[in-house]
Protein backbone atom coordinates (compact mmCIF):
# COMPACT_ATOMS: atom_id res chain seq x y z
CA UNK A 1 0.00 0.00 0.00
CA UNK A 2 1.29 3.43 -0.60
CA UNK A 3 0.15 5.92 1.86
CA UNK A 4 1.59 9.49 2.86
CA UNK A 5 4.56 9.03 0.72
CA UNK A 6 5.46 5.77 1.67
CA UNK A 7 5.55 2.19 1.13
CA UNK A 8 3.38 0.09 3.46
CA UNK A 9 3.70 -3.63 3.52
CA UNK A 10 1.02 -6.44 4.47
CA UNK A 11 2.03 -9.54 6.73
CA UNK A 12 -1.84 -11.07 6.48
CA UNK A 13 -2.54 -9.97 9.74
CA UNK A 14 -6.12 -8.72 10.60
CA UNK A 15 -7.13 -7.15 13.87
CA UNK A 16 -10.39 -6.36 15.80
CA UNK A 17 -10.95 -2.76 16.84
CA UNK A 18 -10.79 -3.28 20.47
CA UNK A 19 -7.17 -5.47 19.00
CA UNK A 20 -6.15 -1.75 17.06
CA UNK A 21 -6.69 0.20 19.81
CA UNK A 22 -5.51 -1.11 22.64
CA UNK A 23 -1.83 -1.30 20.39
CA UNK A 24 -1.40 2.43 19.97
CA UNK A 25 -0.64 4.92 22.33
CA UNK A 26 -2.75 7.80 20.43
CA UNK A 27 -6.01 7.74 19.54
CA UNK A 28 -6.15 5.87 16.22
CA UNK A 29 -8.33 8.13 13.53
CA UNK A 30 -9.44 7.63 9.85
CA UNK A 31 -7.42 9.43 7.69
CA UNK A 32 -8.60 8.70 4.48
CA UNK A 33 -9.73 5.89 1.85
CA UNK A 34 -7.86 3.05 -0.22
CA UNK A 35 -7.16 2.13 -2.98
CA UNK A 36 -7.58 5.89 -4.83
CA UNK A 37 -9.55 3.83 -7.87
CA UNK A 38 -12.21 0.56 -7.40
CA UNK A 39 -14.03 0.19 -3.56
CA UNK A 40 -13.03 1.95 -1.27
CA UNK A 41 -11.94 0.84 2.48
CA UNK A 42 -11.38 3.52 5.13
CA UNK A 43 -7.84 3.62 6.55
CA UNK A 44 -7.06 4.47 10.10
CA UNK A 45 -4.13 5.48 12.18
CA UNK A 46 -2.33 6.71 15.45
CA UNK A 47 -1.06 10.29 13.77
CA UNK A 48 2.10 12.05 15.45
CA UNK A 49 0.01 14.59 17.28
CA UNK A 50 2.28 17.85 15.99
CA UNK A 51 0.00 19.61 13.82
CA UNK A 52 2.94 21.53 11.67
CA UNK A 53 3.58 18.11 10.39
CA UNK A 54 -0.03 17.64 8.53
CA UNK A 55 -0.10 21.11 7.48
CA UNK A 56 1.46 19.95 4.24
CA UNK A 57 0.07 16.95 1.95
CA UNK A 58 1.55 14.72 2.63
CA UNK A 59 2.46 14.99 6.11
CA UNK A 60 6.57 15.39 6.28
CA UNK A 61 5.89 12.42 9.38
CA UNK A 62 4.11 9.17 8.91
CA UNK A 63 2.71 6.65 11.35
CA UNK A 64 4.54 3.35 10.72
CA UNK A 65 1.59 1.61 11.53
CA UNK A 66 -1.93 2.05 9.18
CA UNK A 67 -5.26 -0.14 9.53
CA UNK A 68 -7.88 -0.62 6.46
CA UNK A 69 -11.01 -1.52 7.33
CA UNK A 70 -12.03 -4.59 5.60
CA UNK A 71 -15.11 -5.67 7.50
CA UNK A 72 -17.51 -4.50 9.98
CA UNK A 73 -14.85 -4.83 12.38
CA UNK A 74 -11.92 -6.22 10.75
CA UNK A 75 -8.78 -4.10 9.95
CA UNK A 76 -5.67 -5.14 8.24
CA UNK A 77 -2.54 -4.41 9.70
CA UNK A 78 0.01 -2.59 7.48
CA UNK A 79 3.44 -1.51 8.62
CA UNK A 80 5.77 1.35 6.96
CA UNK A 81 8.71 -0.13 4.64
CA UNK A 82 12.11 0.65 4.92
CA UNK A 83 13.90 3.28 7.20
CA UNK A 84 13.34 7.26 7.39
Not at 25 to 46: D, I, K, Q, S
Not at 53 to 73: D, E, I, K, M, Q
Amino acid sequence: MHWCGRDYEYFGTSETWAQVTTRERLPVRPVGTYPPFGPHYELFTAPIPDRQRFSVSPPTVCAVVVYLRTGPNEYQVYALEGGP
